[in-house]
């Protein structure tokens, strides 16, 4: 079989390959997001409360960065600390509503915004997390 190599853009790009958590710029972007998302989270009076133990929210910014950086392909440190991720059942003793979840998309929406990625990879990620978002409803509020 003939080597193939894509490239990004319409000459001589990047070679397309590696994980999408090293693409986009690895750690310190995926921090980033989520940082920028739980300032969000603090001014949110309805999902602020759902993290009531956390005053600071530093344990829930580092569970939610490493399982996105694994997750995108990034190291696995996340299943290392807390096992296979079993995000449905690990978010029933909460009320994922649907206006829980509008209002998670929205601060999500907004720190995506924070990133500069390639329309591709924010698609990509965007579809992600929406997905996902709509998979956690366990509550019709
Ligand atoms: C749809 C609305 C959502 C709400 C209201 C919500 C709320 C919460 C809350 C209150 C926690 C506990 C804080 C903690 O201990 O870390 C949590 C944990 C977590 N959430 Fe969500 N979440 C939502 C969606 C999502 C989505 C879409 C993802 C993944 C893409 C996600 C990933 C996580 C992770 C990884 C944890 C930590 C789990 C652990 O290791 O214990 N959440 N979430």
Redesign the pocket.
């Known amino acids: 079989m003939a080597d193939l190599t894509l490239r990004m853009g319409s000459g001589g790009g990047e070679p397309v390959g590696g994980s999408f958590w090293e693409a986009v710029g690895g750690r310190p972007t995926f921090e980033k997001l989520v940082r920028a998302f739980y300032d969000g989270i603090r001014t949110d009076e309805v ?1 602020l409360p ?2 009531p133990e956390q005053p600071d929210l530093e ?2 910014i580092q ?2 960065t490493g ?2 950086e694994q997750y995108w392909g990034g190291p696995g440190a996340y299943s290392d600390e ?1 096992g296979h ?1 079993r ?1 449905r059942m ?2 029933m003793p ?1 009320a ?1 509503t649907p206006d ?2 509008d209002r ?1 998309l929205r601060h999500m929406r907004a720190a995506v915004d924070t990133l500069d990625l390639s329309p591709l990879h924010e698609a990509m990620l965007w579809d992600y ?1 929406e997905r ?2 709509h998979a ?2 366990n509550s019709a509020g």
Do not use: E, N
């Open positions: 999902l759902m993290y344990g829930a569970r939610l399982f996105l807390r991720p995000l690990r978010h909460f994922v829980a979840r998670w997390l996902a978002a956690m409803v």
